[in-house]
């Protein structure tokens, strides 16, 4: 059974900073390129950033380039997000899953930038 759990959410001033981890399991985790996404309130959900097999090649969506870092351990079938100057516009739920196929979603992480 497929399971994806996301934490490391929570509330932090504006320009602090946080670190989300996504342990995955019931399926074969470095075979696939994953990614983090986020739904802010009244919003569709978005893809913030995305990780090849072997974690050679990144890519951030322009909102987060050069604020926010993605990362994998194989070895540990967990993902990570490393999100530095955080702005009160990355409120949000985060969530991690494939990029290609996804599978039904986790409960995902709740990060709140605020003062």
């Known amino acids: 059974q497929v399971q994806l759990v996301e934490s490391g959410g929570g509330l932090v001033q504006p320009g602090g900073s946080l670190r989300l981890s996504c342990a995955a399991s019931g399926f074969t985790f470095s075979t696939y390129t994953m990614s983090w996404y986020r739904q802010a309130p009244g919003k569709e959900r978005e893809l913030v950033a995305g990780?090849?097999?072997?974690?050679?090649?990144?890519n951030c969506a322009d909102s987060v380039k050069g604020r926010f870092t993605i990362s994998r351990d194989n070895t540990k079938s967990t993902l990570y997000l490393e999100m530095n100057s955080l702005k009160p516009e990355d409120t949000a739920v985060y969530y991690c899953?494939?990029?290609?196929?996804?599978?039904?979603w986790g409960q995902g992480t709740q990060v709140t930038v605020s003062s």
């Open positions: 899953n494939r990029r290609y196929s996804p599978y039904p």
């Open positions: 990780i090849t097999p072997a974690g050679g090649t990144t």
